[in-house]
C-alpha cells in the first residue's frame, strides 16, 4: 500500500498507478464498512435474541430474579434474606444454612455477608455439636431440624428460625 | 431501583479521575483513572489499617484536579483525522440499540452472575460497611470460597458507592455492567474516530455479555479498562494507557497477564510500562503481606498430559456457541485492511490463549465455567487489530506515511 503511494507520488506513471491503486482501496473500505455493519446488526439481532429468551423487560424483584439455573428459587432465597436482613435485630448473630444441602455451607455464607448488612453473619457450622450457636438461623430449601430453636417466619423457599433455648 | 447515591458516587468516579484531563482523553478514561485513584488510595489506606471516607478519598484527587484547573487554557483538542470516519447513522443507531438491550436485560436481572451475589457483590458489602478493605475478613479460612485474592478494583468501586451508607445498592452495582460497556464502547469511538467498529465492540460484547451473564461481576470493567487501554496505546496515548492498564491489573487475574502481554507487544515504552507493572506489584506485595496469594498459584498441578485435551476444549470454548462469529467479525477487517500491522495484536491474542491453555490443564478446569468470559479479553486484543489494519490501511490514503498517528485524540 505505502509502495503504491509512494509511486503515485513520485513516479512518473503517478496518475496511472493512482487510478489503479484507489478503486481497490475504496473498495476495501465499502467491503469493511458492509462486514462490520453486518455483522453488528446479527449481533444485535442475537442479543435481543438472547434477552427475549430469558424473558424480556420485565421488572426484578431482586438481581438474580430472571438470571441462573433456577431463578426463582434464586429470588425466593433472596427476598427471604432481604426480610431477615429488615426485621432480625441489628448485630444479631445469624448463620444461613441448607439443611439438606450443608456442602453448601461456605457459599450460603458468603452470601449472607452480602445480604445481612445489618446482622453479623455467622458460618453455619455454629450449630455443630461443640459450635457456638447464633441467635438466629435463616434455613433455605428445608426446614431446620434444631430443637434449640424455633420457626418464626415462614416464606416459600425457607424460613427463620429463633434460638430459644 | 437504583438509588440516588449509588449514581451520584459513581458519577464522583470521572471527577476522581479529573486530574487525567491534562492528558486529554476521551470522557470514558476520566471513569478509567477516577477508578485507578479511588481503588489505589482505599489500598494504600489499607496497608496503613486506615479507615477511608469520602473527605480523604476526594481530597487528593480534588486538590490535582483544581492545581490543574488554574491557568488552564481551553484548547480545541486535536482531533484524529487519519482514522476519523464520517458519521453514519446506521452505526449510530446500532450502537444505542445494542447498549439499549444490554442495559434492558441487565435491569431485569436476567444477565445477573451468581458470582455477584457469591462474592463480588458481598465483598464490597463487607468493606464498604467496614470502610476499608477487610483483609482479616478475607484471611478467614470461612470465606476462602470468596477468593480473596481476587484483585479488589471491582468490590473497593461497590464499597465507594457505599460512602455515608450501611447497605449496596445491588441494583445500580449490576446495572455498572452497563456504565461500563457504554464507556467501553465510547473508548473505541473517542480514541479511533472509527465509528463503525465502535458499533461492532457494542454489539459483539453486549451479546457476549448477556450470554454470559457476567452483570455484577468483574467481567465488565475489565472489559472497559482493556478497552481504554488498547484504545490508548492505539492513540499513541501512553498516560492513559498507563492508567487504564493498571486498573485492569486492579480488576482479574488474567488482567495482570493483559498487561504484561499489552506493554511487551504494543506498548513497549517506560511510559506505558512502569504506572501499570509498579501497580500490579504494589497489589502483589499487598496480598502477599497479608496472606492473599492463593489463586496465583493453582490449587491442583498443572500437568503436560491434559494440555492436548485443554487446547481442545479451548478451540470449542472459542466458538461462543456462536459459530465462531465474534472472530470472524474482527478477522475479516483485519485482512481486508493491513493485516501486518495486525500482528503485534494476533500475537498478544495468542500469548493470553496460551496463558488459558496452560492454566486449564488440569484434572478439574472446568472450563465450561468460566473459559467463554476469559475468552473475551483476547477477543478485545484482536478487535484492536482489526481497527490497527484499517487504520494502516486508512493512514496511506489520507496522509500518504506508513507510521500510525500520533497524537491524543478526544471524544
Known sequence: ?????????CGSNAYATKRAAIPSRAMRDRLTSLTVVL?????????????LARGGPSGARTVMSHSGMAPERAEA????LQYANRTLPPYARVAVVKPNGRWDDAGMLAVAHGQLARQHPVPASSLDAGGDPPDFVVAVDAPLADPRYERIHEAPTGGIWKRVR | MIGARFLLLTLLVFAAGGWARRFRPPLAAYFAAGLVTVALEMLVLAAFGVRWNAFVLLAAPVAVLVAQLRGYAVTRQEVNRVTAQPRNRAT???????LLIFASAVISASATSGDFVFFWGSKGQRFGSERMLDTQFLRDPD?????????????LYYAWTMLGASELDWFGAMASAVLFLALAAAAVSGFTRDHRFAALFASMFALLCIRNSVAGNAEPALLFFEAVALGALFARNDEVAAIA??????TKIEGGVF???????LGRRWRVALFPLLTLAAWLLFAKTHGLLDSYVPREELSIRYLLPSIGQLLREMSFGLWYAPWIAVALPV????????VPYALAALGFLGFMAVIYARPEAHMEWSAQRVLMTPLVVLFFGAIAAQNGHAVTQSRGSATLPRGRVTA
Do not use: K, W
Open chain 2, 92 to 98: 449510530g443507531i446500532i450502537t444505542i440499540l445494542a
Open chain 2, 143 to 155: 470465606h476462602a470460597v470468596m477468593h480473596p485474592d481476587y484483585p479488589p478494583l471491582v468490590p
Open chain 2, 245 to 250: 492498564l493498571a486498573g485492569a491489573a486492579l
Open chain 2, 335 to 342: 485482512f481486508l485492511g493491513n493485516a501486518r500491522r495486525a
Open chain 1, 1 to 9: 500500500m505505502a509502495a503504491n503511494y509512494i509511486s503515485v507520488t
Open chain 1, 39 to 51: 455483522f453488528s446488526a446479527a449481533f444485535v439481532v442475537l442479543a435481543a435474541r438472547e434477552h
Open chain 1, 77 to 80: 432465597g433472596l427476598l427471604l
Open chain 2, 259 to 265: 498487561v504484561i502481554l499489552a506493554i511487551a507487544l
